[in-house]
C-alpha cells in the first residue's frame, strides 16, 4: 500500500504530463496563422465570383505570404463579393494598381488571394481599394466556355459547305 | 412460440438495463458535487485510473504511431507525397485512433479494476454494511472512482496521441527518410486547434462512457466469484461498442 505522498505525486506527475502534450499538440503542430499578428493595415477588393476563398486565407505576393483574408461579405446594390484583406504594415510599398486575382494552391490546395504589382508610385493604405481583379476560375464556366467553342467551330467548318452547294 | 416469447424477454430485460443505467448515472452524477469535498478519494483514483495506466497507453502509443509512419510511408511514396506523412498520420491520430484505441486499452485496464473492485465489495458484502452504518455506497465508494476515470481518460488520450506523433516522427524522418522540415510544416498547415478540440472531446465522452459501464457493472455484480468475472467481462465489451458507436456519433455531428 504505497503512501498517500506517492499516490499525490504520481499522480500530480501524471495530470502535468497530461497538460504538457495537450500543450505540445496545440501549440507545435496547429496551424495558428489565422490571424495577422502585429501592425497590419486593410484594404478590400471587389470579385463578381469568389470560388472557394474562405475566411482566414493567405494573401501573397510572388508567393510569399504578407497577410490574411480578414471578412467575405456582399454587396448587395451591386452584388459583388466584398473581400476585406489584413496586410501586415511591413508591407507598405503595395502600388496602387495592383491587381488581386483568387488563385489556387497546388492541385487539390485551398483557394487564396495573390497579388500582383502594378506599377503606380502611389502605395496602399489602409482602407484603400483594390480596382484591378479577376475571379476565381468556376468549372462550369469553363466548360461552357469550351462546349461553346467546340460548337462555333463546327459552325465554321459547315458554312463553306453550304456555300457551295 | 417459444423463440417469440424469449425475444420479448430478452427485449424487455435490455430495456430494463438501459433504464437501471440511466437511473444509476443520475444517483452517480448526484453525489458528485458530495464526493467533490473529499479530494483525496479522488487523486487516489485519478491516480488508480490514469497514472497506473501510463505505461500501456505510452507503450501502444508509440508502436501504434511507428506502424502508422510505416503503412503510411507505403501508401504515399507510390504518389511521391511522402512529406504528406505528417499530417496524415497526426489527423488520423487526433481524430480517430487516439481516442478510441486510448478508451478501449482504458476499459480493458482501468475499467475491469473498477469494476472487479466494486464488484468484489459487493460480493464481500461491504457496501451492505456501507449502507446499514448509512454511509452511502454510491458517494464513497462509486462517485471517486467514476470521476477518476472521467478526468484520467481525456489526459490519457492526449498523451497517447502526443507520444503517437512522436513515434510517426521516429519512424518517418529517422528511419525512413521523410524530410523533416516538410513533415512538420505540412502538418501544421492541415490541423486545426479544432481537431485538437475534437480529440479532447471524444476522450473525455469515451471517459464517461467507459467509467459509467465499468461502476455499474462492479455495483450490480452478482455478488459470487463467477459473478464478478462476469461483471469484468461484461465491462469490456460493453466499453468497447459503447465507444465505436459514440465515436460514430460525435463524429457524424462535428464533420
Known sequence: MRSMRTIEISTGLFVLLGFAALFFLVTQITNRELSVDGSSYAVDAKFENIGGLKVGAAVSMAGVTIGRVESITLDQSIYKAVVQLRIKSAYSRIPKDSDASIMTSGLLGSQYVGLTAGGAEDFLKSGDHIELVQDALVLE????????????RKDDSAKPEETAK | MNLLRELTENLRELIATVGSVFI?????????????LRPSLIIKQVYNAGALSLVIIMTCGLFVGMVMALQGYDVLQRFGSEDALGSGAALALLRELGPVVTALLFAGRAGTALASEIGLMRATDQLTAMEMMAVDPIRRVVAPRFLGGVIAMPLLAIIFIAIGIFGVQLVGVQQLGVDANSFWSQMRSS??????MDGVLKGFVFGVACSLVAVFEGFTAVPTAEGVGRATTRTVVISAVMTLILDYMITAARL
Not at chain 2, 24 to 36: E, N, W
Not at chain 2, 191 to 196: G, H, L, T, W
Open chain 1, 141 to 152: 464556366n469553363l466548360i461552357n466556355q469550351l462546349a461553346a467553342s467546340f460548337a462555333g
Open chain 2, 24 to 36: 444509476f448515472f443520475g444517483r452517480v452524477l448526484g453525489q458528485v458535487p458530495r464526493a467533490l
Open chain 2, 191 to 196: 490541423v486545426e486547434p479544432q481537431d485538437v
